[in-house]
Structures are given as C-alpha cells and as structure tokens.
C-alpha cells in the first residue's frame, strides 16, 4: 500500500504546485499593465490542465480494466515527470515570446491527461485491497496522498517564497519546485514498479468477466453522470478553499503571500489528519449521511466564514488560519468518503474507465476553473465575498446527487 500512496503523493505535488506559484508564472509569461488580467490569464492555463483530463480518464482508466491497475499507474507517472520537467526548463515570454505561454499550456495538458488516469487508478488500487468493512478507512487513504502531494507542493512554495525575495522568486525561484518534482519523478517511479495487482482484478481475470465495450455499457454511463455529479462539490470546495485560498488571501487581506502559503499548509496538515476519521465514520453510519453532512456544512459555514475575514479591520496569520482550519473539516468530511463511494458504485472490470471519466468530467467542469471562476465572479460583482456563490451552487448539486445514489458502505465490492 505504501508504494501507491508515495506515488501518488509525488504525482499530484506536480500537478498542484502550479497553483501556489501562480502569480509568478502570470509576471513571466502573461505580461501585461493589468496585474489582475495577467492573473486570470495564469488561472486560465491552469484549468487548460484540467482539460485533459477527461481524455486522460478515458484512456488510461480503460487501459486499467483491459492491462490491469498497475500498468495504468506507471503509465500516469511516466507521463506526469515530463510534464514536470517541461514546465522546469520552459523559457519565459521575454526570452521566447508567445512560443512560452504555448509551451506551457503543452506542459499543462500533459500534466492534465495524466492526472485524469491518476485519479480512477489509484483510488480502485487501494480499495480493491482494503478490507471488506474498512473500505471507507483504507480508501480515504488515498486522500493522503492527494493531500500529501498538495500539502507539499504548497510547503515548499512557502518554503521558496520565504527564503527567496520577491525578485529571486519572479527571476528564478519559481522554477525550483518543479526542479524538486522532478528530482523525486523517479524515486516514485521506482517505487510503482514493485506493486502487485489488485486481487479483484485478478480475480474478475481469473473468472473470464471481460470489460463490457464502452458504447454498449449504457448502464456505466449513467455511474458515471451520478459519480460526477456526487463529486461537484469535492472539487470546487478543493480547488477554492485551498489552492485559490492564497491568492485570495493576498489579495484581498494584504497579508504576504509566505503567510498566506502557510496558512494554506495549516489547513492541508489539518485535512490530512482528519479524513481518515471520516472515512472510518462511514464505515460505521453509511457513506450517504457523511457527504450529506459535509453538503449542509458548505452552505451554512462558506458565507460567514469569507464574511468574517473581510469585516476584519486587519487580518492576521492567526486569522486565516482558524477559517482554514474550519474548511479543513468540511474538506475531511468530503475526502474521507467519496473516494470509497464512486469505487463502490461501479463493477470491477469496467471500474476505472467509467469512475475516471465521471470524476474526470466534474474535476475539468467544476474543479480545474474554479479559481479563474472565482477571480471572475469577484471583477464582475464586485464584491471579493463572491466565490462563496460557486461553493453554494456546489454544495445544492452534490446533495442532490447523494440523494439519488444506493448506500453502499455496508455492501460486497462487485
């Protein structure tokens, strides 16, 4: 279980800490007099990974059902190094003009695609070889390396950020946390190769139970629209609260963007800690009454929570790191559970290319935009309380969603 839960943590630190040096990539390769433009131009590229994804999803989740899970798992590695080491050595637009914000969007959709595979992979992995009734625990450790790969993505750009002045970081420092993904690329990679297959996979082999041809599989379709819709709220809540957080932050509060980072952390460390609590609570009370729980939380905390830190006359550290703190449950609450629950909603030999491409689908929709989403929701009303509205309209989605799905905690995995 280790060597998944490593690599994985390694995968999506490269995917993720593109957001936590964002403003510095839009300096570099979106120059403009407008600093907010610029900003939504970075944003946008960071979405364009999401893009990919759903491709990413279809192709690598279906080589997982036909080759196996490991196979798809080596493949996402492989594929999220490069992009890694593309976005390291890309020139910037000074030196290459608008080859540069090309090249990082290459970068980005590559990163993209193989996140898409990622996703559906690594979560069946885990579940397929936890225990019949600690799914819920074992599956929510996937979080950990999710979390994990986030948490030190944004640790060393507050790392970065707090050694470096602000001119080392927009002259060269932000390329040192790719440099460090890509130094670890093939820590992970070797570590992937020694993992086993999935005993279910095995046993789905074994029993000659093919995978049902995508076109005629009406029935993984509609899975895969209720596994998204479930998932719409895990994404925006993700992508706003921590990785656009510290923008928004900076911004808006005027703390420095070291304090904002470390904040940030604070609040991962703290999801981090508490999902697997979640998790292990749903295999007691059932997977459906956690997500719930988690949908009301959204709607009554998000408003007063963004509310009480822009009424403050001068906000602190200490301030927003208890408002993370606090998203930091709700987050648990969501990521200690949804993972188990998409895994359990699908048969075995067509598991990840449907779940992938479920999640997938909402990751691109909802998640990879929200933080352009949120910038854009605070220029056109003018108001920087206004990606509360996003988090809303994500939480009403999912738990109508929730509603619709069987209970599947207490059930045998197919």
């Known amino acids: 279980m280790a060597a998944p839960l490593m690599g994985n943590v390694l995968e999506w630190y490269d995917f993720a800490v593109y957001a936590f040096i964002a403003a510095y990539i839009a300096k570099n390769f979106f120059p403009t007099s407008a600093p907010a433009t610029a900003l939504l131009s970075s944003f946008a590229v960071f979405g364009v990974g999401f893009l990919a994804r759903p491709l990413g999803s279809l192709v690598i989740g279906r080589i997982g059902d036909v080759r196996g899970r490991r196979s798809a798992l080596l493949l996402t590695m492989y594929l999220m190094t490069g992009g890694t080491l593309l976005l390291a050595i890309l020139p910037t637009y000074a030196t290459a003009g608008v080859i540069a914000p090309a090249l990082l969007v290459v970068a980005r959709l590559l990163q993209g695609f193989s996140a898409g595979g990622e996703w559906g992979g690594s979560v069946s992995y885990i579940v397929e070889w936890s225990p019949e009734r600690r799914r819920g625990l074992f599956g929510s450790l996937h979080v950990f390396g999710v979390i994990g790969g986030f948490l030190l993505g944004s640790g060393v750009a507050a790392l970065v950020n707090s050694v470096l ?189 449907w779940m992938s491409i479920g999640y997938g689908l909402t990751a691109s929709v909802f998640g990879g935009f929200a933080p352009f989403i949120a910038v854009w929701l605070i220029q056109t009303f003018q108001n920087p309380i206004a990606p509360v509205y996003y988090l809303i309209f994500g939480a009403i989605l999912s738990a109508l969603f929730t509603f619709a799905i069987r209970e599947t905690a207490f059930e045998t995995l197919k």
Request: net charge positive.
């Open 165 to 353: 002045s602000a001119q080392e970081m927009a002259d060269w420092g932000w390329r040192v946390p790719f440099v460090i993904g890509c130094l670890i690329g093939p820590v992970a990679l070797w570590m992937r190769r020694a993992v086993a297959e999935t005993p279910a996979f095995e046993k789905a082999v074994a029993e000659r139970v093919a995978p049902i041809p995508m076109l005629e599989d009406k029935e993984g379709c509609k899975l895969a629209i209720k596994a998204g819709g479930v998932s719409v709220l895990s994404n925006i809540s993700f992508y706003v609260m921590l990785l656009y957080m510290p923008t928004w932050v900076t911004t808006n509060l005027k703390l420095s963007m070291a304090d904002a980072l470390w904040a940030n952390t604070v609040g991962l460390v703290c999801v981090f800690v508490l999902t697997p609590c979640f998790g292990l609570l749903s295999d007691l009370i059932g997977r459906k009454k956690v997500l719930l729980f988690s949908c009301a939380a959204v709607l009554l905390v998000a408003y007063p929570a963004f509310g009480h830190l822009l009424a403050l006359e001068s906000a602190t550290l200490k301030d927003v790191v208890l408002v993370q703190c606090i998203f930091a449950i709700i987050l648990a609450s969501i990521y200690g559970v949804q993972p188990t629950t998409i895994v359990e909603m699908f048969p075995t030999r067509n598991r990840t290319t």
